[in-house]
């Protein structure tokens, strides 16, 4: 084997290993901060605006706090009359752990913290809490089934605000519509926010991000805490909060264009975005605005069925082109099979069939490389003390024979994006959080519990190392029987679904490396 072979298996290595390192440390790197963008001049002759967050106290002491629970087959959520927000969102098809006893997800705490989706109106700078009245204390509704929740309110300065939320079994969605009118005999200036606030603003443990995040047009921006304030307007597609697998989204709808928006992260444990509509309502004159609420799993299919580039929310990272396609697929055999592993095996077994055309160019080219040791042996002792005309023959002798001396690394470099596309599904895709495969392997998105699959799959890429032709340099030889062993490590901690996709390529590897060798002696 060429040197440049074993240097191209060495550098594949190195980039696997250290794949989610460079994730964690450079994918969407802080930036350096920047002035602070105003979203909207303030209307002239009115003070400047305050900092985001900035209103007046939440609730009158005279008021008293109305809660409203909705109940449908997929969350039971419960709202609060103060702003007409979300207080309470548990996710009834997912669990915290795997464990049998282990609670519902809660998005409240977890996604956001306190209130969400809360409707203020600015006054002058000013954020006002809106009262609300709703109009039950309790909604359930069965399979297509749909149900209205009505909040009505008026604020400090005399203008009516309704809100209307609509409810549909068997959806994530929630459709919001917003009205205000001026009670007033004066003309009113304002804007009405919709605010969502969240917590810890940055990257988790595992190096993926939580809290803010915008969609604008085709660019998706992740706002963490050393980075400056963005706002604009007129090209938001949705913003929203997020974690590795859940989001709480709004996205604007009518009118088109007349939405302003700011993400705001004072400090690591606080941010909130705003979706702001401006106002400018004569005494009598009425405004509305409509948007769609999101508030659940960060599901592939699910999310693009929606038509907003939710979707794009998925961390799917630098192979994502690759990433969707695996998961649509492992998401298709799952459906009709009902078991992930099954189906991270299938997909396994389609890559293999793939590549094979490839794998056997390059075992081939390895065989005659190997065959062609000692001619190359002759080569560079003769033309030891010219290396020019050293490559000069060597490259005569591949071209003699036909053989491509990198053509032997090319399966290894090619499975690497493959490799890490899969990687990302694993890590990322809620379809295969706490998805089982079968006896010990409870989660393919963790690790082996007990490393039994990281040992198989050690073995059996030793079995393969001792069947691939190598040189004659046992220096080179042995450096690549050490791969199994640095590759045993590397995956002990990785996703388990990861770890049996390698295990099930270097038994497919095997085979075929024992059929194409085969195949010239019989011939």
């Given at each position: 084997m060429d040197k440049r072979v074993i240097i191209a298996v060495v550098i594949s290595v190195i980039i696997i290993f250290f794949y989610p390192y460079f994730l964690n440390k450079y994918v969407n790197p802080p930036k350096a901060k920047a002035p602070v963008k105003a979203a909207v001049p303030a209307p002239s002759g009115a003070p400047a605006r305050q900092a985001v967050g900035a209103h007046l106290p939440a609730v009158p002491e005279v008021s008293k706090e109305e809660l409203t629970t909705v109940d449908t087959p997929l969350f039971r959520a419960v709202f609060t009359n103060i702003g007409g927000a979300i207080k309470s969102f548990e996710l009834k098809k997912y669990m915290e752990s795997i464990e049998k006893n282990s609670p519902t997800v809660n998005l409240s705490g977890m996604v956001y913290r306190g209130a969400a989706f809360k409707t203020l109106v600015d006054t002058n700078g000013v954020k006002e809490d809106v009262i609300f009245k709703p109009?039950?204390?309790?909604?359930?509704?069965?399979?297509?089934?749909?149900?209205?929740?009505?909040?009505?309110?008026?604020?400090?300065?005399?203008?009516?605000?309704?809100k209307k939320l609509v409810f549909t079994a068997n959806s994530y969605i929630i459709s919001a519509e917003t009205s205000l009118t001026n009670g007033t005999q004066t003309a009113f200036n304002g804007k009405a926010d919709t605010l969502l606030t969240g917590?810890?603003?940055?990257?988790?443990?595992?190096?993926?991000?939580?809290?803010?995040?915008?969609?604008?047009?085709?660019?998706?921006?992740?706002?963490?805490?050393?980075?400056?304030?963005?706002?604009?307007?007129?090209?938001?597609?949705?913003?929203?909060l997020e974690d590795k697998y859940f989001l709480s989204a709004v996205v604007p709808g009518a009118p088109a264009n007349g939405f302003t928006w700011t993400s705001n992260v004072p400090s690591e444990n606080e941010?909130?975005?705003?979706?702001?509509?401006?106002?400018?309502?004569?005494?009598?004159?009425?405004?509305?605005?409509?948007?769609?609420?999101?508030?659940?799993?960060?599901?592939?299919?699910?999310?693009?069925?929606?038509?907003?580039?939710?979707?794009?929310?998925?961390?799917?990272?630098?192979?994502?082109?690759?990433?969707?396609?695996?998961?649509?697929?492992?998401?298709?055999?799952?459906?009709?099979?009902?078991?992930?592993?099954?189906?991270?095996?299938?997909?396994?077994?389609?890559?293999?069939?793939?590549?094979?055309?490839?794998?056997?160019?390059?075992?081939?080219?390895?065989?005659?490389?190997?065959k062609m040791q000692p001619q190359m042996a002759a080569i560079k002792e003769k033309y030891k003390n010219d290396k020019e005309k050293m490559n000069r023959e060597l490259m005569e002798l591949y071209k003699r024979h036909?053989?491509?001396?990198?053509?032997?690394?090319?399966?290894?470099?090619?499975?690497?994006?493959?490799?890490?596309?899969?990687?990302?599904?694993?890590?990322?895709?809620?379809?295969?959080?706490?998805?089982?495969?079968?006896?010990?392997?409870?989660?393919?998105?963790?690790?082996?519990?007990?490393?039994?699959?990281?040992?198989?799959m050690g073995a059996t890429m030793f079995v393969q190392?001792?069947?691939?032709?190598?040189?004659?340099?046992?220096?080179?030889a042995k450096v690549m029987?050490?791969?199994?062993?640095?590759?045993?490590?590397?995956?002990?901690?990785?996703p388990s679904g990861l770890v049996v996709y390698w295990l099930v390529n270097n038994l497919l590897q095997i085979a075929q490396q024992y059929f194409i060798q085969r195949a010239p002696a019989k011939a």
């Open positions: 109009s039950a204390s309790n909604i359930s509704i069965a399979d297509n089934q749909r149900a209205e929740l009505l909040f009505v309110g008026t604020t400090r300065e005399g203008v009516r605000v309704e917590g810890f603003a940055g990257k988790d443990k595992t190096g993926y991000h939580v809290g803010p995040l915008i969609y604008t047009k085709n660019k998706l921006f992740r706002h963490s805490v050393k980075e400056y304030q963005p706002s604009g307007d007129g090209t938001l597609r949705w913003l929203g941010s909130d975005v705003t979706l702001e509509f401006p106002l400018s309502l004569a005494p009598g004159a009425k405004a509305a605005f409509s948007c769609n609420i999101f508030s659940g799993p960060k599901e592939y299919d699910l999310l693009v069925k929606q038509g907003s580039g939710l979707e794009e929310a998925i961390q799917f990272g630098v192979f994502s082109f690759i990433a969707k396609p695996f998961l649509v697929v492992l998401n298709f055999f799952e459906r009709y099979i009902g078991n992930y592993g099954i189906a991270i095996i299938l997909l396994t077994v389609i890559i293999k069939v793939i590549f094979y055309p490839l794998t056997k160019h390059s075992l081939t080219s390895m065989r005659k490389m190997q036909q053989i491509n001396p990198v053509s032997g690394c090319l399966p290894m470099i090619l499975q690497i994006p493959v490799f890490i596309a899969l990687y990302e599904v694993l890590y990322v895709s809620i379809d295969l959080r706490h998805a089982p495969f079968f006896l010990w392997i409870r989660d393919l998105s963790d690790k082996d519990p007990y490393y039994i699959s990281p040992l198989l190392q001792k069947m691939t032709p190598t040189s004659a340099d046992p220096t080179q029987l050490i791969m199994p062993i640095i590759f045993t490590y590397m995956f002990l901690k990785f």
